[in-house]
């Protein structure tokens, strides 16, 4: 667990910024399943889609794909602000949405997403071996969800370790709250089973970089949530995940955080 101040985030800023480049271009609305799928459900066909923003100038550059928030009944597809110009492309993406679907569809169609970014980032210049998955709250967990399970991304015959790093942003840790709804299960009673991140804990996962608000601020429990999965990829035998708790922030604290996204994929691709 590591607490992280005002200042340590205005230092970080400059770091964020180093890598700026100005020619970008993005695509939007890009189908990620296939066309005999997509004519076979027209809710598939409406939110299955994803946008990718990309440095033209640039080749070889890593990719963070990016799950939005909204508690998996709300929310749209983003390119955030504060990752645009950074030298990295930033794939945003929609999902079905409960409750039209139930678990697993929508863990399935954020494998989907990173699937085709494995598939497809090459076509657009960006390294395949450098791909990463983030998001904020119900996205940090699909984030989580994806990249702890392997069955959603074997799937597509793609191996989860080959995710370069996992930046959940103040992901539920425990089965979503949203799941538990779906299973007539009340939001203020936790649960750890097969939708839980927790459950599938494991020594040889991707680098993972825990970010959270603030415990006394956050919504309940996420904190812990997030200091348990920590302990117990370390009790795994996990030798990279780090917890950062954002000082004075609560569950909306995703500006502080990106500095930190951004650095991580620096730390780990050595761009």
């Not at 205005?10 to 296939?34: C, K, M, R, W």
């Not at 812990?224 to 990279?240: C, P, Q, S, T």
């Amino acid at each position: 667990m590591k607490r992280i101040v005002l200042i340590l985030c205005f230092a970080l800023s400059a770091l964020y910024t180093h890598a700026q480049v100005d020619n970008y271009e993005i695509v939007e609305n890009i189908p990620y399943f296939g066309d005999e799928l997509r004519k076979s459900d027209a809710y598939i066909a409406e939110r299955c889609v994803l946008d990718i923003y990309y440095p033209k100038d640039l080749k070889s550059f890593a990719t963070i794909v990016w799950f939005h928030g909204g508690g998996i009944t709300s929310g749209k597809k983003e390119i955030p602000e504060p990752l645009k110009n950074k030298g990295v492309a930033v794939i945003g993406v929609n999902y079905r949405l409960s409750p039209k679907v139930k678990a697993p569809e929508y863990i399935k169609d954020a494998a989907a997403a990173v699937a085709w970014a494995f598939q497809n980032i090459a076509d657009y210049g960006g390294d395949p071996t450098s791909i990463f998955v983030s998001g904020h709250s119900a996205g940090g967990y699909l984030a989580s969800m994806i990249g702890l399970d392997k069955s959603y991304l074997a799937a597509h015959k793609i191996d989860a370790n080959d995710i370069a790093g996992l930046i959940p942003f103040s992901g539920h840790t425990i089965t979503h709250f949203t799941i538990r709804g779906e299973q007539g299960i009340p939001g203020e009673q936790p649960t750890i089973d097969k939708y839980a991140p927790l459950f599938h804990v494991r020594k040889d996962a991707p680098p993972l970089l825990l970010i959270t608000g603030d415990r006394e601020r956050e919504l309940l429990g996420r904190y812990e949530e997030n200091a348990y999965l920590m302990r117990m990829m370390k009790v795994v035998g996990h030798k990279e995940t780090v917890l950062y708790e954002m000082d004075g922030y609560g569950h909306g604290m995703t500006h502080p955080a990106f500095p930190l996204l951004i650095n991580e994929v620096k730390r780990i691709t050595g761009k």
